[in-house]
């Protein structure tokens, strides 16, 4: 049982990311990718965490065989995923009424987005959530508790670590979306299997109904003031290691969101770069909560120790800040080193994103353990009226401390994301946190002096010389943080720096956009606009290519009158459209701040965005397409490059067929994507899947590197003289 359990609980890690991963990619095919959907969808699988652990946790002493409720659990979670294909495709006519009945606006519809989210991911998140505070229940040796249930939680991170690495880089590349599914709700059924058969003959004790009313109905009058005193300072210890816990989870999300801006930077936006940077973290928090478990008998202070922890995450955090400006070399260097063997070169990337995060991570893993140790292994007062005493079930403890802390990180996504990002940028925002690790610490300090029965001068005076070294590191963070380096971050992985002037720079909500304008001798300016450093539009290389894929499909139907353009970018492309006489554009772009860098290419874009034709749209093109009727003439769809997250999803069989759906009898589709940086098979299969939905395609090769697929339902009449 000792080696069953945390197995169990490792593949219950590995198939809840599983899950994560896929649930995530087909609500985003349903929802599409802005930065709110995404969120909302985040909020709602850890929404339904917290509620799981809380209500499970707070029942937790009414299970007499937990390991046989913990396998229901689990059997519960695998059930319910052969389900969710149904439920995820009936949401498409459900999200298609909705728009076509009310007219909500942009926020609106957000909220809308959330309760439907809401609707298919609680009850199976709510089951995962209840997993920990359940199978705590065994632990029966108080002193011993923080110890065995931390080396669970570092178990079911292991596990989620296996999960992000098998999802992103083997089972979803090579099986797809529906067999994964099946694998992780196979694997369901097999700890479900053994742990209810393991937990057959294991019973634990339940406290009746009179014990707990005995528990918490004795009467302060037959306590001593002293015994009244503990209890209190105790009962208030409580609650500032609660808070304490839920404001870490809250610094912890800030942490994690900035460190993937910046990594994304120099690693790229990839998929694989994605999974590898979530991997690197969560392994962090595994490797920390594992050690801090294994070692909590050697700390005769916890408390003291979770007071350093905290600080020391800020410390590193800090320090931190003097390796961003090195890595974007250090990498260039190592792919130099290595170009020649594709595996060892994709494990630089987890060595770039450890130097970032593995020591804050490691700290971050260690508050965990340390909590639940402190919460459960010194309650001492029983008799206090109403106080969470030794009474309440150790399920219950962990269930809401477990609670607590989701719910924080949920604050922190929705915070990072909306507010501080756009508003303050990656390193305040990073600086918040560490003000937050930094206040905690104080806290503790003086929590630390009120816990002792008789709080002796030394303490008192620590207080004083904590307070005073937290006002000089904050001091010291001030007036020695290193200037944040836009165009160093975001153009050394072209390695031009020295050429670039900055002209826009903006941490937006969903990327980082950089405008740039190389040295030139020619009248005409060279600029690029570049997404977490990658460079997505130019004046001079790219200019072929954004011009002829509006050229081509309007000279190919020019009768239209009414276009759409997906990706507005430079405005190169949409301003090529509206050359010619339509009478109506729309451009849907994503991300504000590249709408902003848009401006800079006005001269070449005949400041289409001026034009009284043209209508902007912010929001996710699959997104639009669900939600409208509209029909066109012809549709552009140039979004960035398929190897971001993101922009994968459009060019998909799926989005193809959306767009085939929005043209109007004689319509023609343009779809952008480039020859060079993808393998042969990848190109071959976008190619395929085009001519699968298209009956009639036409393929253009650019010598700029570039392809151009024209799809239609009808056969292309070309007019050489016209053309």
């Known amino acids: 049982m000792f080696v069953l359990v945390p197995i169990l609980f490792f593949l219950s890690g590995l198939t809840a990311l599983l899950y994560q ?5 087909e609500l985003i095919l349903v929802f599409g990718a802005s930065m709110f959907a995404i969120s909302t969808l985040l909020t709602a699988f850890m929404g339904g965490l917290a509620l799981g652990s809380w209500y499970f946790g707070k029942r937790a002493d009414q299970y007499a065989n937990p390991l046989k409720t913990y396998g229901l659990l689990e059997l519960g979670i695998g059930v319910y995923a052969f389900v969710v294909p149904l439920l995820f495709s009936s949401l498409v006519p459900v999200y298609q009424r909705l728009s076509a009945v009310f007219d909500f606006s942009f926020y609106a519809f957000s909220l809308v ?27 029966k040796n108080r002193s011993t508790a923080g110890k065995g249930i931390g080396l669970l939680y570092a178990f079911n991170t292991f596990g989620a670590v296996a999960g992000v690495l098998s999802a992103g880089f083997v089972l979803l590349p090579h099986l797809g979306l529906q067999k994964t599914t099946l694998l992780a709700a196979g694997l369901n059924a097999v700890i479900a299997l053994i742990a209810i058969r393991a937990g057959k003959n294991e019973k634990i004790q339940c406290a009746s109904l009179l014990e707990k009313a005995h528990i918490n109905l004795l009467p302060p009058s037959k306590m001593s003031i ?4 503990v209890a209190r300072r105790e009962v208030r210890l409580r609650r500032i290691l609660l808070t304490v816990f839920a404001v870490s989870g809250f610094s912890a999300m800030i942490y994690e969101v900035v460190w993937t801006r910046i990594l994304t930077l120099i690693l790229g936006s990839t998929v694989y770069s994605y999974a590898t940077m979530l991997s690197t973290y969560l392994l962090g928090l595994a490797l920390g909560s594992f050690i801090f478990s294994l070692l909590l008998k050697r700390f005769q202070h916890p408390l003291m120790l979770l007071t350093f922890v905290q600080g020391g995450i800020a410390l590193f955090a800090f320090s931190g800040e003097f390796i961003f400006p090195l890595l974007p070399t250090i990498f260039l260097k190592m792919m130099e080193v290595l170009h ?46 109403n106080a969470e005493s030794t009474g309440r079930p150790l399920g219950a403890l962990v269930g809401k401390a477990y609670a607590i802390n989701t719910i924080g990180t949920i604050f922190g996504s929705f915070a990072v994301g909306f507010i501080l990002l756009p508003v303050f940028g990656i390193q305040k925002s990073l600086h918040f946190a560490i003000i937050i690790n930094v206040s905690l610490a104080l806290i503790l300090c003086f929590a630390l002096a009120w816990s002792e029965q008789a709080p002796s001068t030394v303490l008192f005076r620590s207080k004083n010389w904590a307070t005073g070294g937290v006002f000089l590191f904050l001091f010291v963070m001030i007036l020695s943080a290193p200037p944040w380096n836009p165009l160093r971050m975001s153009s050394d992985l072209f390695g031009q720096q020295a050429k670039l002037n900055l002209l826009y720079y903006k941490e937006g909500i969903s990327a ?5 304008q ?5 009248k005409t300016p060279h600029l690029t606009l570049a997404i977490d450093g990658k460079p997505n539009a130019s004046t001079t290389g790219d200019m072929k290519t954004q011009l002829l894929v509006a050229h081509l499909p309007m000279l190919l139907a020019p009768e239209a009158k009414n276009v759409l353009s997906i990706g507005h970018g430079s405005g190169i492309t949409t301003g090529s459209m509206i050359m010619h006489p339509i009478s109506r554009l729309t451009t849907l772009e994503l991300e504000p701040a590249v709408i902003e860098g848009s401006r800079f290419f006005d001269p070449f874009s005949h400041n289409v965005l001026d034009d009284p034709r043209v209508s902007l749209v912010e929001d996710d093109a699959r997104n639009y397409l669900l939600r409208t009727d509209e029909q066109y003439d012809v549709i552009v769809s140039e979004p960035s490059h398929p190897w971001r997250s993101g922009s994968a999803k459009l060019f998909t069989r799926e989005f193809f067929q959306l767009g085939k759906d929005h043209l109007s009898p004689g319509g023609v589709f343009s779809q952008w994507i480039h020859f060079y940086g993808i393998r042969s098979t990848e190109l071959k299969s976008v190619i395929k899947t085009f001519q699968s939905v298209f009956e009639f395609v036409l393929i253009f090769y650019t010598d700029a590197g570039d392809l151009i697929m024209l799809g239609s339902e009808t056969p292309f009449k070309i007019d050489r003289n016209e053309i």
């Open 512 to 516: 980082t956009v950089t405008v740039v």
């Open 113 to 139: 987005r959330f309760v439907l989210a809401v609707l298919i991911l609680l009850l199976p998140t709510a089951l995962m959530g209840g997993t920990l505070p359940v199978l705590a229940q065994r632990y």
């Open 340 to 385: 020649t063997w594709s595996k060892v070169r994709a494990a630089t990337k987890f060595v770039i994103s450890g130097a970032v995060m593995m020591i804050p991570t490691l700290l971050m893993g260690g508050v965990f353990p340390l909590v639940i140790h402190l919460l459960t292994a010194h309650e001492k007062s029983d008799t206090l009226e």
């Open 21 to 25: 991963m896929v649930w995530m990619r």
């Open 226 to 229: 002293e015994q009244i005193l």
């Open 518 to 522: 190389h040295q030139t001798l020619a």
